[in-house]
């Protein structure tokens, strides 16, 4: 690796823990995210404490691995949280056109925020988990089936919500509206929810493609032996994306296990009275590890579609925003580098392909070039006196020299934006 490549590397890492940074401590400040928490507890203690309050307050040391894990909701919820505000709110409060001045790559951008969300998803599902383990044990007793995997578990759960908060980057971008984002990402949780009952019951079968969609999947039982051949009874499971944590725990415990999905049909013909209009009408069985294995699959997929920004190319205006819709990527390159005066290496392939008049005519018309303007721009976008401060100097010479001809004023322009190197 050359030294400019290395420059470049150490370039990146700066920006993105810049981004990172910002983005974190901006939702720390989030009285939302408390709020979503402080929601996400009371969930978790509805969970662990429901079965003392109605008297079953027996013993049960596979209380923690059965209940381990947030709920669709609670991963839905604090992604909401987390997510709320982050692109669609900067569309808001109009700070996307001094974000999108800088000359950080939008990637830089979009992982840093991302890596910011992961972070604290990372922290409040170990305090959760944290609570949960410590509940479970006093009221259930010396538990059973925990193992160094529980480590992981806030990983996978925050990967888990890293799913949905993809849904709400990508509507946010769409809509540049954080309540639309919000009420969007939550109606699809809950029609997905409804569709998938509605599914399983009128199409025996079918309900396998649900887990190939966020959300919680298909719902089975385990059938499997734990430790000296007890068998394991009443171990629901989900096979969507939602449960990817309390799945990996159950597979650490049970790596021969089963995961048995009986198929129903719902039937109002023959139903008798007082009873059950669902017929069991077959099931399916799938091992445990190939769950696990097809749902982290999924999760990362779909991370890499939506949020690698692995996507059609046409997509590509949608991330750019509603500043950067108006200008075309050649120019705003060219532009940046005016504003900087500096010239990122990444860019040097776009400008030996930038056509010189369509630049000087984008410039020319935005009035980019009027020292006075520019120093508008830096009260309003709060770039660096000092790049102002240079540029004037540069610019001054050419706005003031009114004798010379039109051809030697283009000259002296191109000069300015293109260097003498070109």
Not at 137 to 158: D, E, R, T, V
Not at 339 to 367: S, T, Y
Request: hydrophobic residues 45%.
């Amino acid at each position: 690796m050359n030294e400019t490549s290395k420059k470049k590397e150490r370039r990146e890492w700066t920006q993105l823990f810049a981004i990172f940074k910002y983005e974190f401590l901006w939702n720390l400040r989030k009285k939302k995210v408390l709020i979503m928490f402080l929601i996400s507890i009371g969930l978790a203690s509805l969970g662990l404490f429901l079965p003392s309050i109605l008297g079953d307050t027996v013993s049960d040391p596979y209380f923690i691995i059965k209940n381990m894990g947030p709920s669709g909701f609670i991963v839905v919820l604090l992604a909401v949280a987390v997510a709320m505000r982050s692109i669609s709110g900067e569309f808001e409060a109009g700070t996307i056109e001094p974000l999108a001045s800088k000359p950080v790559p939008r990637k830089i951008v979009y992982l840093g925020k991302l890596l910011a969300m992961f972070v604290i998803l990372l922290i409040v599902y170990s305090i959760l988990d944290v609570y949960f383990i410590a509940g479970g044990w006093l009221l259930y007793g010396s538990q059973k089936g925990l193992n160094l995997i529980l480590f992981l578990l806030p990983f996978m759960a925050a990967l888990s919500s890293l799913v949905w908060i993809s849904i709400s980057l990508v509507l946010g971008t769409l809509t540049k509206n954080s309540i639309l984002a919000r009420l969007g990402v939550i109606g699809i949780f809950f029609g997905m929810s409804v569709a998938s009952g509605i599914i399983t019951v009128t199409s025996p079968g079918a309900g396998k493609a649900l887990n190939y969609l966020p959300g919680g999947g298909e719902s089975g039982d385990i059938q499997a032996e734990f430790g000296e051949n007890i068998p394991i009874k009443n171990f629901s499971i989900s096979t969507g994306t939602d449960r990817m944590a309390p799945n990996l725990l159950l597979y650490s415990n049970f790596q021969s296990a089963q995961v048995i999905v009986k198929e129903y049909k719902l039937d109002l013909e023959n139903i008798d009275v007082g009873g059950n209009p669902l017929k069991e009408v077959g099931l399916h069985s799938d091992p445990l590890s190939t769950v696990v294995g097809e749902t982290a699959m999924k999760s990362f997929t779909t991370l890499r579609n939506v949020v690698l920004m692995k996507r059609d190319p046409q997509d590509e205006e949608i991330l750019k925003g509603e500043w950067l819709e108006r200008t075309a990527m050649k120019s705003f390159t060219t532009l940046r580098n005016v504003v900087l005066m500096k010239r990122d290496p990444q860019d040097e392939e776009i400008l030996k392909e930038l056509e010189e008049e369509e630049a000087l005519n984008f410039i020319m018309e935005n009035d980019f070039c009027n020292p006075h303007q520019l120093v508008r721009d830096e009260r309003k976008i709060g770039l660096r006196k000092r790049f102002f401060q240079q540029l004037f100097e540069r610019t001054n010479t050419y706005m003031m020299n009114t004798t010379v001809s039109v051809e030697e004023n283009q000259k002296q322009l191109r000069d300015i934006v293109f260097g003498d190197d070109r």
